[in-house]
């Protein structure tokens, strides 16, 4: 198998230096550098299989980086290392075309499971199910944005969202949702339902094309704009 490259920049030396270290021992082939001086010619020259950014290289600003590596070269991969962790910086680096954003301090393990995911095309293809900028894994109850991991649902998040899901835009009765998710009869459950809406709607919260619905004394409806 051809060995991964990873293209790594982030101005902490200490980190940057572990980084590399850790991913060449476990046979990844690393260019490590402290600024994006030269990233270019280094992209033409290294050919990186996958891109590990810091979101503030020294007074240069990554994710605008980001967005002109991906005009010129499309199918690169970019992961974004960064201490902001507010939720701003997170959406402009997703919203950039990164395929996912570690807060700092984040776990090695996670970083190569990424770096894998993206690097390998020819790993078992999985059941997604579409949710406007969103997916929905159908074997692993996981719900991803533009590719980045937002959270693996449990079975009853999964079996409530896939059930407004399957009736996207239609109203589901309080009624079906007790009967189907629940076994029981409705008010019972009434409080379980709300509780699980309530987050279900968070997850949400990045796409406003998205919208989890209460149909007042009815149901729920999972509306989902269509692109134009």
Excluded at 100 to 111: A, C, G, N, T, V
Excluded at 185 to 198: D, F, R, V
Aim: aromatic letters at 8%.
């Amino acid at each position: 198998m051809e060995q991964t490259k990873v293209l790594l920049v982030d101005d902490d030396t200490d980190l940057g230096n572990l980084i590399s270290m850790i991913l060449t021992a476990d046979g990844y082939r690393v260019h490590y550098q402290n600024s994006l001086a030269g990233i270019e010619g280094i992209i033409r020259e290294f050919k990186p299989s996958i891109a590990v950014l810091d979101v503030e290289v020294g007074e240069d600003d990554g994710i605008e980086k980001a967005k002109e590596m991906i005009q010129t070269h499309p199918s690169l991969p970019i992961l974004f290392i960064s201490s902001h962790t507010d939720m701003d910086s997170i959406r402009r680096g997703i919203g950039s075309g990164g395929v996912h954003y570690f807060r700092k301090p984040f776990d090695m393990q996670e970083l190569k499971i990424y770096i894998d995911r993206f690097t390998h095309p020819e790993r078992e293809k999985e059941t997604f199910a579409g949710i406007g900028c969103y997916s929905l894994n159908l074997n692993t109850r996981e719900l991803l944005y533009r590719h980045n991991l937002v959270k693996q649902l449990s079975p009853l998040e999964y079996n409530v969202l896939l059930l407004l899901l399957q009736n996207k835009n239609e109203v589901v009765s309080n009624e079906t949702l007790s009967e189907k998710i629940w076994n029981k009869t409705y008010p019972e459950t009434e409080a379980s339902i709300n509780n699980l809406i309530s987050k279900l709607r968070k997850l949400f919260e990045i796409d406003h094309d998205i919208e989890v619905q209460n149909i007042k004394s009815i149901g729920y409806r999972l509306n989902i704009k269509q692109s134009d």
